[in-house]
């Protein structure tokens, strides 16, 4: 028997991760190959926006996806979130070059009050929400202190981008397939502070650490070009990255969804106090997925150095917190 459609929400769907997201996800790349979706698109209430959504929508409808069982375009967070099972909030204003993303706090935290209410309000008590909109880790933050009746676990931000670059820069370096590679993590914040960590990882079995033998490669190289990339494609295509933003999401959420057999990737969650991080702060760990539950890989051993950094993007994701108290009552 086929399976119920299910309702996946996304904002800013106008925009150009929108462009890259909407039709992956009516493709079946989201929840799988034999899941109905319907999708309830948000765009601000402003004319020209709401008139490229309905290009992008006739744009859908050409494509005649089989597991598409409907779509809506809304102005409103109250009817485009009702009921909905996936929730990706990715509309808010980009930043543009020599901004840092924590630059978007002012412009952007409102809409995540506004947006985490309406969730509260109308959205399945099962809804899962990623926010995409920068600063993600903050905005997730404000999103789920304004949906106190849904359960803080349900409200996650994306570092998976940050994840997939560290993935790709150790496979260039080792030169190993991505696939070959696990039990890579980035913690903290979606910022310049991040910590990629591939300590851990190994590559076909064999630890990349090992691998790499290079300490001045993964401080002066590597952790500065996987921390500083969203400003190197700004920098390259005059606009943030849109294609591999989207590609991340789709991988965040798919993976929450259908499970991650064992395998670490990297979520933005809220802390349960693993690893001192204080609880509800949204930060980057590593997880595993089984049955639509995250949990935290436990027990591992944080060095001088990862602490430091650890607590560097810590102490970013607190400032941030409290420059939008105001917002929260
Ligand atoms: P964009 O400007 O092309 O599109 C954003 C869209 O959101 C616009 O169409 C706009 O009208 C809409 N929007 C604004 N406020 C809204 C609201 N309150 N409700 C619904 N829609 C609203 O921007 P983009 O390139 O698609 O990027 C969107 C966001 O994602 C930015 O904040 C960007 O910095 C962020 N981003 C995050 C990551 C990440 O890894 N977390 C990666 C890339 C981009
Ligand atoms: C990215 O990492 O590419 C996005 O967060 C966009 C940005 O502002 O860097």
Redesign the pocket.
């Known amino acids: 028997m086929a399976k119920a459609p299910m309702r996946v929400a996304v ?2 769907a ?5 462009y890259s997201l909407l039709f992956r996800i009516a493709n079946g790349d989201l929840l799988g190959k034999d899941q109905p979706v319907i999708l309830q698109l ?3 209430a402003d004319e020209k ?1 709401q008139k490229a959504l309905k290009g992008v929508i006739m744009e859908i409808d050409d494509c005649a996806f089989p597991l598409l069982a409907g779509v809506t375009a809304h102005s409103d967070p109250m009817t485009a979130f009702k009921d909905a099972d996936v929730a990706l909030l ?6 543009g070059p020599g901004m840092e ?1 924590k630059d ?1 706090l002012e412009a ?1 935290a409102q ?1 995540f009050t506004v947006q985490g209410k309406a969730l509260d309000a109308v959205a399945s008590r099962n809804v899962k929400v990623l926010v ?3 600063p ?1 880790n903050t905005n997730a933050y404000i999103a789920m202190k304004s949906a106190p009746n849904l359960p803080a676990k349900n409200f996650t931000a ?1 570092l998976r ?1 940050d994840h997939n670059r560290a993935l790709s820069q150790i496979a260039a370096k080792i030169s190993k397939p991505v696939t070959s590679i696990e039990k890579l993590t980035v913690w903290g914040n ?1 910022s310049p502070t991040m910590y990629p960590d591939y300590r851990f990882s190994t590559a076909d079995g064999k630890s990349v650490k090992e691998a790499i033998n290079d300490e001045v490669w993964n401080k002066d190289v590597f952790l500065p070009t996987v921390g500083k990339r ?1 400003a190197a494609i700004i920098d390259a295509r005059g ?4 294609a591999s ?1 989207a590609n ?1 999401a789709i991988d965040h959420v798919r993976d929450w969804v259908l499970g991650t057999n064992g395998k670490w990737v990297t979520m933005g969650i809220p802390s349960d106090g693993s690893y001192g991080i204080p609880k509800d702060t949204i930060f980057g760990f590593p997880v595993t997925v089984e049955n639509g539950e995250y949990k935290i890989v436990q027990g591992l051993e944080i060095d001088a150095f990862s602490q430091e950094r650890i607590n560097l993007t810590l102490k970013e994701l607190l400032e941030e917190r409290e420059g939008v108290k105001h917002l929260l009552g």
């Open positions: 904002t800013g106008a925009g150009q991760i929108g948000l765009e601000i926006a990715v509309g808010a204003r980009p930043r993303r978007l952007n809409i995409v909109g920068n993600a994306m981008l979606h969203g606009v943030s990255s849109a933003a991340a």
